[in-house]
């Protein structure tokens, strides 16, 4: 799985490893909502644009995601100590809760 969430556009690809390589089984690209000049500005409008980002490579692909690891790099990164969990529910329902740990 690929994920690429930027100001623009955010991009989801789920592939399978083969004996011969990497295949592409599903794609997703979907306008980003949340960001301002390449910084989030709303977590929650950013999680949306992601998770319907995930939703159609899911369909293209019919598999599920279950669990993903996102990187994050870039000059203005910075770092702070947290826990979040995000529920994924069928029927296009999330919720998220997050606190400082």
């Known amino acids: 799985m690929g994920l690429d969430a930027g100001s623009l556009r955010t991009r ?10 990497l295949r592409l089984i599903g794609f997703g690209e979907t306008e ?7 910084r ?3 977590q929650r409008a950013a ?3 992601i998770l ?12 599920t ?14 770092g702070a100590n947290s826990r979040a969990a995000t529920k994924w529910v069928a029927g296009g329902r999330s919720s998220i809760a997050m606190w400082r740990g």
């Open 40 to 42: 989030i500005a709303d």
């Open 52 to 63: 319907r980002a995930v939703r159609e490579a899911e369909g293209l692909a019919q598999a």
């Open 65 to 78: 995601v279950e669990t993903a690891v996102a990187g994050m790099g870039g000059p203005t990164v910075r």
């Open 47 to 49: 999680s949306e644009s």
């Open 12 to 21: 989801f690809a789920i592939g399978v490893l083969e004996a011969d390589g």
């Open 32 to 38: 980003s909502e949340g960001w301002i000049k390449g």
